[in-house]
């Protein structure tokens, strides 16, 4: 039975607000062990991810997401030579990383074998063929597990979840014990950063995966980015014993990018010191 024209996705973004998008087609409906998974075609971000009913990306702004997840750690890590993601099932984060020249061992892992098949399928503009690069391993496991059982050490670690009010799969993945876990694996002068969800809607579980981030890292960076499709400023956090990305300058950035041969549409030096320097995005309680 065709779903009548036009029909809308429409996307929680906290208990009391919703986004309304228009969608021109469902490209793929499936559940997985794990979550339900979505690929739709929206009439005002193109074709995007969506799971159990949030979006994670689209063609429109994902650029800002992952450019803005995964460079201000690189650029403040001198020489970021094997890199860890957790989660980022679409590929496109792994595609941030490996445009870093010294790069020369990047392991994604995600719980979801569906939702990496699926992206590797059907979202082509978001990995651009990252999985396949000779440099890159893509294993599908919970990143629980393998953070406890890898034996390798990472210069930057990035954990690119579902969000930590989202679901069960990810919960755990945001807690203090995980973060000792992921400060174990890195290497001396090692820097990590996780997506944090939204402060302003979910202030309390913000507060606690900052609290959990800062129980573990002395040197903790929190930085905020809008994301059109999301419908909030998405929230990053990073932590290190001896990186500090607050403290780089923009002409720094700019010659670490060209050295390192990374191009990028939304960030440069400039918006590295802008998002260093913007406010985190807090709602005043009435
Ligand atoms: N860019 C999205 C965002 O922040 O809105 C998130 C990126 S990605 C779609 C989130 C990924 O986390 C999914 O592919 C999901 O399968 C993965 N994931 C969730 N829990 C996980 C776990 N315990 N271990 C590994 N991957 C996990």
Same mark, same amino acid.
């Given at each position: 039975?065709?779903?009548?024209?036009?029909?809308?996705? =429409?996307?929680?973004?906290?208990?009391?607000?919703? =986004?309304?998008?228009?969608?021109?087609?469902?490209?793929?409906?499936?559940?997985?062990?794990?979550?339900?998974?979505? /690929?739709?075609?929206?009439?005002?971000?193109?074709?995007?991810?969506?799971?159990?009913?949030?979006?994670?990306?689209?063609?429109?702004?994902?650029?800002?997401?992952?450019?803005? &997840?995964?460079?201000?750690?690189?650029?403040?890590?001198?020489?970021?030579?094997?890199?860890?993601?957790? #989660?980022? #099932?679409?590929?496109?984060?792994?595609?941030?990383? &490996?445009?870093?020249?010294?790069?020369?061992?990047?392991?994604?892992?995600?719980?979801?074998?569906?939702?990496?098949?699926?992206?590797?399928?059907?979202?082509?503009?978001?990995?651009?063929?990252?999985?396949?690069?000779?440099?890159?391993? @893509?294993?599908?496991?919970?990143?629980?597990?393998?953070?406890?059982?890898?034996?390798?050490?990472?210069? @930057?670690?990035?954990?690119?979840?579902?969000?930590?009010?989202?679901?069960?799969?990810?919960?755990?993945?945001?807690?203090?014990?995980?973060?000792?876990?992921?400060?174990?694996?890195?290497?001396?002068? #090692?820097?990590?950063?996780?997506?944090?969800?939204?402060?302003?809607?979910?202030?309390?579980?913000?507060?606690?995966?900052?609290?959990?981030?800062?129980?573990?890292?002395? /040197?903790?960076?929190?930085?905020?980015?809008?994301?059109?499709?999301?419908?909030?400023?998405? *929230?990053?956090?990073?932590?290190?014993? *001896?990186?500090?990305?607050?403290? /780089?300058?923009?002409?720094?950035?700019?010659?670490?990018?060209?050295?390192?041969?990374?191009?990028?549409?939304?960030? *440069?030096?400039?918006?590295?010191?802008?998002?260093?320097?913007?406010?985190?995005?807090?709602?005043?309680?009435?």
């Amino acid at each position: 039975m065709p779903i009548p024209k036009p029909f809308v996705i =429409l996307q929680p973004v906290s208990e009391e607000t919703a =986004l309304i998008m228009k969608v021109r087609s469902i490209l793929v409906q499936e559940t997985s062990q794990y979550q339900e998974i979505a /690929i739709a075609e929206f009439t005002e971000y193109g074709r995007g991810l969506v799971l159990d009913g949030l979006v994670q990306s689209t063609e429109a702004d994902e650029h800002i997401y992952h450019e803005c &997840l995964v460079h201000p750690p690189m650029v403040a890590h001198p020489d970021p030579r094997k890199v860890l993601i957790v #989660g980022g #099932g679409e590929g496109a984060t792994l595609r941030e990383v &490996l445009k870093h020249g010294p790069v020369k061992r990047a392991v994604m892992v995600d719980i979801d074998e569906k939702v990496v098949d699926l992206a590797r399928r059907h979202l082509g503009t978001m990995h651009m063929g990252a999985m396949s690069d000779p440099r890159a391993s @893509v294993l599908i496991m919970d990143g629980l597990k393998y953070i406890a059982e890898t034996e390798e050490k990472f210069d @930057v670690v990035i954990l690119d979840l579902t969000d930590p009010y989202g679901p069960e799969i990810s919960k755990m993945l945001y807690g203090e014990e995980f973060y000792r876990r992921v400060s174990s694996i890195m290497e001396e002068g #090692g820097i990590m950063v996780t997506q944090a969800g939204s402060s302003f809607y979910y202030p309390e579980t913000y507060d606690m995966v900052l609290s959990n981030v800062r129980s573990v890292f002395p /040197i903790v960076v929190e930085y905020n980015v809008w994301v059109p499709s999301f419908g909030y400023a998405v *929230n990053f956090i990073t932590g290190s014993s *001896n990186v500090d990305p607050a403290n /780089i300058a923009a002409e720094d950035v700019e010659s670490r990018l060209r050295a390192r041969g990374v191009t990028t549409k939304f960030y *440069n030096g400039r918006t590295h010191i802008a998002l260093m320097n913007m406010p985190i995005f807090r709602r005043l309680s009435h």
